[in-house]
């Protein structure tokens, strides 16, 4: 199963714009290597991970690269991105990818734990202990996000897998 929340970004149409691509290049990928092992991925396999996570990496990046190629072609879309969070689920397993401040969150015994960290200007400032969570939550610079789909040429995807229990 694959679960995918895209939230464009850079005005309403760009924003639509780039968060459908991102979508559909994702779902494309993952139904493309579903049963076809030999098929050519144009990224690095990272060995730390499962097959799932590296799937869903490459995945995320070729949205990415799909955006930046769309941007490449109809400059009135220049500065369109979207931030993205997916969930692909196999052998019971959870294989989440993220970038931006779009989150995931588990539900385990009646506990919400949240998955991804934001990719955000205030919670790097938190990370680094410059601010405090309460100072982020009103800080202006709040809603300024440091990685997005369609920002640059290679983008950083952040991958979390995670075991999932029955309830």
Avoid at 21 to 42: G, N, Q
Wanted: aromatic share 6%; net charge negative.
């Amino acid at each position: 199963s694959l679960f995918v929340v895209a939230d464009g970004m850079g005005g309403h149409a760009a924003g639509e714009v780039a968060s459908r691509l991102a979508v559909t290049a994702i779902s494309d990928f993952i139904a493309s290597t579903r049963r076809d092992a030999e098929v050519t991925w144009p990224y690095d396999y990272d060995v730390n991970m499962s097959v799932e996570g590296n799937r869903l990496k490459t995945a995320i990046r070729l949205a990415n690269q799909k955006i930046l190629d769309t941007i490449s072609h109809k400059k009135e879309l220049e500065g369109m991105g979207t931030t993205l969070v997916s969930t692909l689920i196999a052998d019971g397993r959870a294989c989440v990818g993220h970038d931006g401040d779009s989150r995931a969150y588990l539900i385990r015994n009646g506990v919400i734990s949240q998955l991804t960290s934001d990719h955000s200007w205030v919670n790097e400032q938190v990370k680094l202990g410059f601010l405090t969570k309460n100072d982020a939550g009103r800080h202006p610079f709040r809603n300024v996000v440091t990685r997005a789909l369609g920002s640059k040429e290679d983008v950083v995807v952040d991958v979390a897998e995670q075991d999932l229990m029955a309830g």
